[in-house]
């Protein structure tokens, strides 16, 4: 499962000894039986994604450990899952004797995946970027997304959940560009828009 994907991003950082233990407990993170989007499958689709701009990026094995770490906590009742998953990332990276400021761009990375505003460091929106391309992806893919977080989201009442998801999908479609980088934007922000406005007519049906 993408091991040398992670011994490579390691490399990169000047460690060449990975820590394979961490990868396979990352693993078994994305493999919990409650998640329904936020699986393996959106981790390999972001990875996929990242191998088609690696070359754009300051810091490649930076974002590239950090969209391992992005949602490594993911707890739908809960609302820390970034701030937990950014902790880890920082941790790992101290204890395996990266420099203090690789430890906190880490850690500024995975907390960029809140997606509370447009990031502004480069590698933040590269990363951002490929953790969004979800919204502008075929519209068979996007509505299984769209399904898979309903699923996730079971413990929500319907009402309830309706919503949480027209608010937070109405800020997406809300904001003047929804993707930072041109490569994302140019590919991809016409379709997630199509998307954003057909999720959200089914929700107010």
């Not at 413990?155 to 919503?163: K, L, Q, S, T, Y």
Request: hydrophobic share 35%; net charge negative; charged share 30%.
């Amino acid at each position: 499962m993408r091991i040398e994907g992670w011994r490579r991003s390691w490399r990169e950082l000047g460690q060449p000894a990975a820590d394979e233990g961490l990868f396979h407990r990352l693993v078994s993170c994305w493999g919990e039986a409650h998640r329904h989007y936020h699986t393996l499958q959106h981790l390999c689709e972001c990875l996929d994604l990242f191998e088609q701009v690696r070359g754009k990026a300051r810091r490649p094995g930076e974002i590239e450990l950090a969209l391992w770490f992005h949602d490594a906590f993911y707890d739908p009742t809960r609302d820390d899952n970034e701030r937990r998953s950014a902790q880890w990332a920082r941790d790992s990276a101290v204890q395996a004797g990266l420099p203090a400021e690789t430890a906190q761009r880490l850690h500024a990375l995975v907390m960029a995946t809140q997606h509370e505003a447009a990031p502004q460091d480069e590698d933040a929106q590269l990363l951002v970027d490929v953790d969004l391309a979800i919204l502008g992806s075929d519209p068979g893919r996007f509505d299984e997304s769209d399904e898979q977080i309903r699923l996730e989201y079971a413990h929500v009442p319907e009402d309830e959940f309706r919503a949480g998801r027209r608010r937070v999908l109405g800020e997406f479609l809300a904001r003047p560009r929804l993707y930072s980088t041109e490569y994302f934007h140019s590919r991809h922000e016409r379709q997630a828009r199509e998307n954003l406005s057909r999720a959200l007519a089914r929700l107010a049906g």
